[in-house]
């Protein structure tokens, strides 16, 4: 009833009460907020993932090269070894 009357209208949840007057304004404009931040959250978690497998990748080379120099240092020859050619 408020709404007609020209008052602000309902309250969403976690949002303040537009004033009258400019309450469709205000309530599209946090629509568009809320929007807005739900595109970065799903950005951000994309980038957190792709983060993660970048650290996966680096950690997997890291332990490729330790135990590819280990190997070597044991005196084992691989197929990437020059000397059997």
């Known amino acids: 009833m ?4 020209g008052g602000a209208g309902p309250a ?3 949002r303040p009460a537009a004033r009258a007057g400019g309450g469709a304004a205000n309530r599209k404009l946090a629509d568009l907020t809320d929007a807005a931040s739900t595109i970065m959250g799903v950005l951000t978690n994309r980038t957190s993932h792709r983060m993660e497998w970048i650290i996966i990748l680096i950690f997997i ?3 490729s090269f330790i135990w590819w120099e280990f190997l070597s240092h044991l005196g084992v ?3 990437m070894s020059q000397e059997g050619r």
């Open 12 to 14: 969403y949840p976690g």
């Open 2 to 5: 408020d709404a007609i009357a």
């Open 61 to 63: 080379e890291t332990v």
């Open 77 to 79: 020859r691989g197929w």
